[in-house]
């Protein structure tokens, strides 16, 4: 989607007021608008127990139990997948990304039957979150739920609704008409009289576009690959450079022993092979180490990583891997040189 808007503790006229703003702006831009969905939604954070979703003084450490959980009306899930559905009280349709619930759950001090598993979920964003349920219910009781944040349930974010849809025009055009609906709707925030949003200028909004975001993440993980790559070449320089001197250095002591040896017997296909056996242990050694200390760490750093939600396991352990041989390689290039010049020292 090119662009969203979400909007928090609104009045009931900001869902037409937005689409007016987000119509009004594609006709003075001359942009058109395809894919246009807009829904209320109410997203929850809880511990599952059993099949009951406890949401009062969530534990947010205790993540193998930890869920976010969305809820829209069966209307909007109507209107956004162009199925009928009509839902009775205590039913509600169930989609996980990471698997299935029981039969029924229980929030809110409410007991809901799972009627029906959908197979995709017409809400985009959710693969940010680790653990995700989403599910429909009927409009009467998205309300109810929706008043259980007036009792002081501190992982509800009350309603929210999403306004998503995309544009023609290129990235600077997009991000030009992201820029007006922001200052439209800020103008309709701060202003008094009949543009305010029903006399209610403490709600809040976001507008966000793809494009923009983008260029934001392109830019601040930019700066961390350069940032890695350069500083995990600048150690292994100055690594394989204090290894390498290491042994040029002890090849001119050990000349006047390797000269003794020969002279008492030793071939220089024996001297080579010691000086081999040699340098490998002196190289390969410590990358050993560090192969072995990265997989002894490697559980706590995807641990720490999924704090990020990072929680592609397999896509890292391929760039370890990766990182590995690499840095395998250098050593190798770096050992052959090595290799060599010691051994014309002490010849």
Do not use: W
Not at 82 to 90: A, T, Y
Not at 104 to 126: L, T
């Amino acid at each position: 989607t090119d662009i969203s808007l979400e909007f928090f503790d609104f009045k009931e006229d900001m869902r037409s007021k937005a689409i007016e703003v987000v119509n009004s702006a594609a006709e003075s831009q001359g942009r058109k608008i395809f894919d246009l969905k807009y829904y209320d939604s109410i997203s929850v954070t809880a511990v599952l127990e059993g099949n009951k979703f406890e949401t009062e003084n969530v534990d947010f450490y205790n993540e193998s139990k930890l869920f976010a959980l969305m809820f829209i009306t069966d209307e909007d899930y109507s209107r956004l997948t162009g199925k009928n559905i009509s839902l009775r009280e205590n039913e509600a349709v169930a989609y996980g990304i990471h698997g299935r619930l029981d039969d029924s759950f229980e929030i809110f001090g409410e007991k809901y039957n799972i009627i029906d598993y959908a197979d995709s979920f017409p809400v985009e964003g959710m693969g940010y979150f680790g653990t995700v349920y989403c599910f429909v219910v009927n409009s009467d009781e998205f309300m109810s739920m929706s008043a259980s944040s007036e009792y002081g349930s501190n992982s509800l974010q009350g309603i929210k609704y999403s306004v998503s849809f995309d544009i023609d025009g290129t990235k600077d055009e997009k991000i030009a008409f992201t820029d007006v609906i922001f200052d439209e709707l800020s103008t309709m925030k701060y202003s008094s009289g009949e543009n305010n949003t029903n006399d209610n200028p403490n709600y809040r909004f976001y507008v966000e576009s793809r494009q923009r975001v983008e260029d934001e993440i392109y830019a601040l993980d930019g700066g961390f690959l350069f940032l890695g790559i350069f500083l995990g070449f600048l150690f292994l320089i100055a690594t394989v450079l204090i290894i390498y001197y290491k042994q040029i250095s002890e090849g001119y002591d050990d000349r006047e022993r390797y000269n003794i040896m020969q002279k008492v017997g030793m071939s220089h296909k024996e001297v080579k092979d010691s000086i081999k056996s040699q340098i490998i242990k002196v190289f390969f050694l410590p990358l050993i180490m560090a192969i072995i200390h990265i997989a002894a760490a490697f559980k706590m750093v995807t641990r720490l990583l999924a704090i990020f939600n990072l929680t592609n396991v397999l896509l890292f352990a391929k760039c370890t891997a990766a990182t590995i041989v690499v840095f395998a390689i250098i050593y190798g290039i770096v050992y052959s040189l090595t290799a060599r010049v010691y051994y014309k020292i002490v010849k």
